[in-house]
Antibody
Framework: EVQILETGGGLVKPGGSLRLSCATS????????MHWVRQAPGNGLEWVAE??????????YYAASVKGRFTISRDDSKSSVYLQVNNLRAEDTAIYYC??????WGQGVMVTVSS | DIVMTQTPVSLPVSLGGQASISCRSS???????????FHWYLQKPGQSPQLLIY???NRFSGVPDRFSGSGSGTDFTLKISRVESEDLGDYYC?????????FGSGTKLEIK
C-alpha cells in the first residue's frame, strides 16, 4: 500500500522558516520525480517545486514565487522528500501537498504564516 | 509562464447528465519530445487531488470510462457522461510540458 505522509507544518511568523518533510513507502521512490504543490485556503492548486531522480542528477525546479526562499531536496535512502521554506510571507499560507504528480498525493500539511 | 484558462468556473449538472470542461493554454503544450503533458484532476471536498486523465486522453487506473479527455496543442476538453454524485468536486487541468508547471483555476461541478 502506498503511503505519503507530510509533516512539519504549523504556525510561523512572517520571515520565519519551516522544514516540511514527506515520508513515502509502497512504491519505487527512487524512480520518481517528486513535487510540492500548495493550495491557499479557498483557492486553487499551485505548483511549488520539483526534484528529479538520481538518473536526472537530482535537478530541481521552482515556481518564481518561491525561488530563492524555498529549497526542495530528497533522501532516497529514506524514500523522503523535503521542502525548506524560509523568509515566509502571509501569501505562503496554504496546505502543502507532497506528490509524484501523476500517481500519488499525500494528505497535505498546513502552513500558516501570521503575526 | 503558460496561462491555463479553464472554463466554466462553475458547472451545475443533473445526475445522469453530461458535463464538459474546457482548458486552453496560452501556448502549445507539445513538449520537445513530441508528447503533450496535459492532465486532469478531481479534488473531492476535503480530499487531496486525484488524477483522472494523463497526457490528454489516458484514463488513470480505476477511473471509470465515463470520463474522457481530448484535445491537442492549446485546446483540451474533459467530458463526463452519466454524472454521478461521486463526481462532484473541483476539477483542475495541469500542464507539465513547460516550466513552471501551471494549473487551471478550477471548475466546481455541482448538482443542478
Amino acid at each position: 500500500e502506498v503511503q505519503i505522509l507530510e509533516t512539519g507544518g504549523g504556525l510561523v511568523k512572517p520571515g520565519g522558516s519551516l522544514r516540511l518533510s514527506c515520508a513515502t513507502s509502497g512504491f519505487n521512490f527512487n524512480d520518481y520525480f517528486m513535487h510540492w504543490v500548495r493550495q491557499a485556503p479557498g483557492n486553487g492548486l499551485e505548483w511549488v517545486a520539483e526534484v528529479r531522480n538520481k538518473k536526472n542528477n537530482y535537478a530541481t525546479y521552482y515556481a518564481a514565487s518561491v525561488k530563492g526562499r524555498f529549497t526542495i531536496s530528497r533522501d532516497d535512502s529514506k524514500s523522503s522528500v523535503y521542502l525548506q521554506v524560509n523568509n515566509l510571507r502571509a501569501e505562503d499560507t496554504a496546505i502543502y501537498y507532497c506528490t509524484s504528480l501523476l500517481d500519488y498525493w499525500g494528505q497535505g500539511v498546513m502552513v500558516t504564516v501570521s503575526s | 509562464d503558460i496561462v491555463m484558462t479553464q472554463t466554466p468556473v462553475s458547472l451545475p449538472v443533473s445526475l445522469g447528465g453530461q458535463a464538459s470542461i474546457s482548458c486552453r493554454s496560452s501556448q502549445s503544450l507539445v513538449h520537445r519530445d513530441g508528447n503533450t503533458y496535459f492532465h486532469w484532476y478531481l479534488q473531492k471536498p476535503g480530499q487531496s487531488p486525484q488524477l483522472l486523465i494523463y497526457r490528454v486522453s489516458n484514463r488513470f487506473s480505476g477511473v471509470p470510462d465515463r470520463f474522457s479527455g481530448s484535445g491537442s496543442g492549446t485546446d483540451f476538453t474533459l467530458k463526463i457522461s452519466r454524472v454521478e454524485s461521486e463526481d462532484l468536486g473541483d476539477y483542475y487541468c495541469l500542464q507539465s510540458s513547460h516550466f513552471p508547471l501551471t494549473f487551471g483555476s478550477g471548475t466546481k461541478l455541482e448538482i443542478k
